[in-house]
Nanobody, 124 residues
Framework: QVQLVESGGGLVQAGGSLRLSCEAS????????MGWFRQPPGKNREFVAA????????YYADSVKGRFTISRDNAKNTLYLQMNSLKPEDTAVYYC?????????????????WGQGTQVTVSS
């Protein structure tokens, strides 16, 4: 089992920045590919970014490329999402997730463990 706890969400004005954190416990963190997903109000959950177990490769949704950065610190068992130039359409509940596929994935169904989510609200 892997337990994931997100933090860092909040209310920010358009153009602002936030950094989300996801602390993992339970298993060897570097063995898991990690991802960030989000669920906007009234919409389905969608892929945001993913990172391999070693942190050497990252993947992004087109909608966040160039604005968001995913990273991890395996020594601290923590995943991060730095979000810059935020837009109102980035408003969503953000979830971190872990997959036993160390290469990471864009696919929701390939993730085995999920955090409880953290709310990000971007005002215009």
């Amino acid at each position: 089992q892997v337990q994931l706890v997100e933090s860092g969400g909040g209310l920010v004005q358009a153009g602002g920045s936030l950094r989300l954190s996801c602390e993992a416990s339970g298993r060897t963190f570097s063995n898991y590919g990690m991802g960030w997903f989000r669920q906007p109000p009234g919409k389905n959950r969608e892929f945001v970014a993913a990172i391999t177990g070693s942190g050497s490769n990252t993947y992004y949704a087109d909608s966040v490329k160039g604005r968001f950065t995913i990273s991890r610190d395996n020594a601290k068992n923590t995943l991060y999402l730095q979000m810059n130039s935020l837009k109102p359409e980035d408003t969503a509940v953000y979830y971190c997730a872990a997959t036993q596929r160390t290469y990471g994935s864009r696919r929701i169904l390939e993730y085995d463990y999920w955090g409880q989510g953290t709310q990000v609200t971007v005002s215009s």
